[in-house]
Nanobody, 122 residues
Framework: QLQLVESGGGLAQAGGSLRLSCATSARIFSISAMGWYRQAPGNQRELVAS????????SYADSVKGRFTISRDNAKNTLYLQMNSLKPEDTAVYYC???????????????WGQGTQVTVSS
């Protein structure tokens, strides 16, 4: 069973930085669009940033524009989220999401990571 494995969360002070990573747990055929979501207690899960298959196009939630950068390394099947100028309101569980085709004859299916906690102190 394919999994998306996240790492890099933790505790940071306001104004600090963290870098999240998300990698596949097994060999896959291809990955299409990927994204990072977050969910704070009592809130719905929201899209933070997304990136196309080739990495040529990205989009961001207004709340993180200019502070967060999404990128991917297709050779490593890994997604990244560089988070700078962190604010207490960025505190949430962050999830990666990807549309993955596991074999040549298969179709794309959506996978989620298990989530990684990011806590920003003021």
């Amino acid at each position: 069973q394919l999994q998306l494995v996240e790492s890099g969360g933790g505790l940071a002070q306001a104004g600090g930085s963290l870098r999240l990573s998300c990698a596949t747990s097994a060999r896959i055929f291809s990955i299409s669009a990927m994204g990072w979501y977050r969910q704070a207690p009592g809130n719905q899960r929201e899209l933070v940033a997304s990136i196309t298959s080739g990495g040529g196009s990205t989009s961001y939630a207004d709340s993180v524009k200019g502070r967060f950068t999404i990128s991917r390394d297709n050779a490593k099947n890994t997604l990244y989220l560089q988070m700078n100028s962190l604010k207490p309101e960025d505190t949430a569980v962050y999830y990666c999401n990807a549309a993955v085709r596991t074999s040549y004859s298969g179709s794309y299916n959506t996978y989620w990571g298990q989530g990684t906690q990011v806590t920003v102190s003021s």
